[in-house]
């Protein structure tokens, strides 16, 4: 049997991996300005979430949701009190994609309506409702496509509020920082504005922080600095450094009964010791005002350096715009300098996802580089 072909694959095999680096089979070592897609925010193999899983695993590490797992109701309380949101519940699942189709779920359960509104180069997930909310063809099967979703441009307040008037709208899913559109910010009014309609019809506001959330922003969840509260958020992708899990956090006025939701996997002792972990490690090592501070002298030296664009980003979530094509300096930045980048959609737009423990020296390390690339090509 061989694998379904469906990656583009980099000849590199990682072995290690410690904080910021990665170590391939032969030795060779790699900064990790990436974090396989924003997924590692406390560093890789941190040891404290290595023990929290080992010793989980030692004693058991699985049963079903049948059963009282009292480390659900500790990750929840933690979450609670770092994010913010003590009062919401959570309901536990295994991916971003997960996160955001039971978060559609439950607000069409909540109103009973069907609409949905999604943006322009918006990405919530591959399975059948959250890819159909994704705003690229290319990954949308028939079998997905629905007259459900509405897709409006992104930051467009005139436009969503004529929808809102013309459709009788379930729910409005937005992004806290857009990710794989190309580190797009939604600005605050435009976040206000949503919040604003959708009180108003009656309609519900799901946040999606897949990628933006967990501190990532420089404050827990990017919509924090609109001063909004939604009904619903999705988390997954830091919560874990790594381990499948993820999460949607619900507002107390909406209503649970059993068998609304349900999943195997999502709670389970392993998901929950690597999630309590993480929220151990950000609040002990104040991962969250680092990643600002990193964050802002990373955006700050990145506008000295020729050839770029635009820049654009909150806390450890940049994008730089390059006036060309990024992938031949992305490889060339592995090849030659052993650092990891991200791309989007946008095909100009280098994507820096670093773990949220990143210091200044490792972001110089970097910027040299970066600067040595680009003015390598200016001059060619």
Known sequence: ??????????????????????????????????GGHAVISVGHSHPYYVKKITDQLNKIGFYSNSVKIPMQEELAQKL???????????????????ANENALKVA??????????????????????????????SIVAPVNQTDNIIFLPFNDEQALE??????????????????????????????QKIKQVCEKAGALLILDEVQSGYGRSGKFFAHQYAGIQPDIIT????????????????????????????TTFGGNY?????????????KKENLIDNALKIGTYFMEKLKGIDGI??????????GVELDQPC??????????????????????????????????????????????????????
């Open 162 to 191: 004529a929808v809102m008037q013309q459709y009788e709208v379930c729910a409005v899913i937005v992004e806290g920082i857009q990710g794989v559109g190309g580190v797009m910010i939604p600005t605050t009014s435009f976040l």
């Open 270 to 282: 392993l998901a929950c010791a690597a999630a309590i972990a993480v929220l151990d490690i950000i």
């Open 327 to 380: 992938a031949d300096i992305r490889k060339q930045l592995l090849t030659e300098y052993k650092m990891f980048l991200g791309s989007s959609s946008n095909k100009n737009t280098i994507r820096i996802l670093p773990a949220l423990t990143l210091t200044k020296e490792e972001a110089d390390l970097f910027l040299q580089a970066f600067g040595k690339v680009l003015a390598e090509r200016l001059v060619k």
């Open 309 to 318: 664009k635009e820049i654009r980003g909150l806390g450890l979530m940049i």
């Open 1 to 34: 049997m061989k694998l379904f072909d469906v990656y583009p694959l980099f000849d590199i095999v990682p072995v290690k991996a410690e904080g910021s680096y990665i170590w391939d089979e032969k030795g060779v070592k790699y900064l990790d300005l990436y």
């Open 80 to 98: 609670g009190e770092l994010s913010g949101y003590t009062d919401y519940n959570l309901f536990l699942c295994n991916s971003g994609a997960e």
């Open 235 to 262: 988390i997954a992708k830091g919560m874990g450094n790594g381990f499948p899990v993820a999460g949607v956090l619900i507002h107390p006025s909406i209503k649970a009964k059993h068998s609304m939701l349900g």
């Open 108 to 137: 069409s359960f909540h109103n009973g309506r069907k609409k949905i509104i999604s943006f322009s180069k918006s990405f919530h997930g591959r399975t059948s409702l959250a890819v159909a909310a994704t705003d690229d063809a």
